[in-house]
Structures are given as structure tokens and as C-alpha cells.
């Protein structure tokens, strides 16, 4: 099946920082990346879509300006978390949809990213 | 609006077996999804329903009624390893996920 990694796995810093999250697809291209943020107990909640070389779409309620998602390649993108503080703290993952034909519905996720901001 | 209704917890004991219910509301509607999601990590595919019926894959099996809009995953002969949520997703006309809040599934010995 489909790989999805991220990287970091997990990331502390301290309040104000920014983070950056990386999400690829190695063995296959990705037309879109989705960007989710799951708090403990609840379920996913989509942030951003992505398609590789065009701008994202946000959900509402998530600030553009803060969450910083570039999708450069069709196996890249990246989520950045500006000027974090300890209420961005939260676990992050990304899912990948697949380009080739007769794969456009299954998303594929990667392993997450576990955010604590102190 | 769009909303996805699953139960937020059920019990049952190991060997038994279990039927989580999902009911979904889309604008327009590409397939239903579910996931399985183990406590601090990402949710892995379980399966995926887009015509009426039942879906079998070993002992997991997932049904789907569009015509009422409702879906079940059900597991056999449970083991302790299937201590999990599990999220019910349906797609929409948009290709995009809808999803529920995720059933916490307890085993008990």
C-alpha cells in the first residue's frame, strides 16, 4: 500500500516559536494533501487541503497567516505553525490522495506529529 | 449540512462480536470510510463502501444503505488488539471527508 511519513514525529519548543512539519508520499505522487489536527478525545478535524503547485484551501476558522502549508512537489508539503503557542499544542497529520486513476477516493495517512508548545 | 452520527463508546468482551453504526448526511456522496485509530496515532484504512451491500475482509466486515444513509462496521471474534476508535468518514461531491467523531471501542477479557 501507500506510503505517508512525517517528520518530526514530535516536536517541544517554547511559546512564540515556529514549527515546521514535513509530510511526503514515497511511493507514490499526491495531486492533493490534506492537513488534520486531532485534540485528545476528539476526532480529526480538517484544517487545510492542499494541491500541489496552487494555494491552500483552509477550513474556516483556521488562520491562514499562522498555519503556513506550501505543497511544492506532487510527493512534498509542508505545514508551518508560526509563533506557536500552548493552545496550537495538538497532534497534526497529514493524508495524501493519490494521482493515478482508480485511487481518487482512499486517502492515505501519515503517522502524525505529536506539537507541544510550553 | 453535513454531519456524521456514530456512537461515542461501546463495550464488548473478547471473542464476541460487535456492530458499530454510522449514520451520514453529504452533499452528495463519493463513498463511506472507515479507520481505525489506536490511542496517539494516525488512523490506518479499513475499508470503504461506495454500492450497497456488504464488504467483507477477513473479520471486519462494513455495510452500506445509501438509499437510508447508514453504514456499519462489524468485528468478529474480538481480540484485545481491537481496543481502538473508530471513525466513520463519508465523502462528498467535493471528493472531501466528512467525518464522525469516532466510537471508542472497549474489549474487555
Known amino acids: 500500500g501507500a506510503v505517508v511519513s512525517q517528520h518530526p514525529s514530535r516536536v517541544i519548543c517554547k511559546s512564540g516559536t515556529s514549527v515546521k512539519i514535513e509530510c511526503r508520499s514515497l511511493?507514490?505522487?499526491?495531486?492533493?494533501m490534506f492537513w488534520y489536527r486531532q485534540f485528545p478525545k476528539q476526532s480529526l478535524m480538517l484544517m487545510a487541503t492542499s494541491n500541489e503547485g496552487s494555494k491552500a484551501t483552509y477550513e474556516q476558522g483556521v488562520e491562514k497567516d499562522k498555519f503556513l502549508i506550501n505543497h511544492a512537489s506532487l510527493t512534498l508539503s509542508t505545514l508551518t505553525v508560526t509563533s506557536a503557542h500552548p493552545e496550537d499544542s495538538s497532534f497534526y497529520i497529514c493524508?495524501?490522495?493519490?494521482?493515478?486513476?482508480?485511487?481518487?477516493?482512499?486517502?492515505?495517512f501519515g503517522p502524525g506529529t505529536r506539537l507541544t508548545v510550553l | 449540512g453535513q454531519n456524521i452520527d456514530q456512537p461515542t463508546e461501546m463495550t464488548a468482551t473478547e471473542g464476541a462480536i460487535v456492530q458499530i453504526n454510522c449514520t451520514y448526511q453529504?452533499?452528495?456522496?463519493?463513498?463511506l470510510f472507515w479507520y481505525q485509530q489506536h490511542a496517539g496515532e494516525a488512523p490506518t484504512f479499513l475499508s470503504y463502501n461506495v454500492l450497497d451491500g456488504l464488504e467483507e475482509k477477513g473479520r471486519f466486515s462494513s455495510f452500506l444503505s445509501r438509499s437510508k444513509g447508514y453504514s456499519y462496521l462489524l468485528l468478529k471474534e474480538l481480540q484485545m488488539k481491537d481496543s481502538a476508535s473508530y471513525l466513520c468518514?463519508?465523502?462528498?461531491?467535493?471528493?472531501?471527508?466528512?467525518w464522525g467523531a469516532g466510537t471508542k471501542l472497549i474489549i474487555k477479557p
Open positions: 493524508s495524501a490522495r493519490s494521482q493515478a486513476s482508480g485511487d481518487l477516493n482512499e486517502q492515505f
Open positions: 468518514a463519508a465523502m462528498d461531491s467535493n471528493y472531501q471527508l466528512i
Open positions: 511511493d507514490f505522487q499526491a495531486t492533493t
Open positions: 453529504t452533499s452528495g456522496f463519493n463513498g
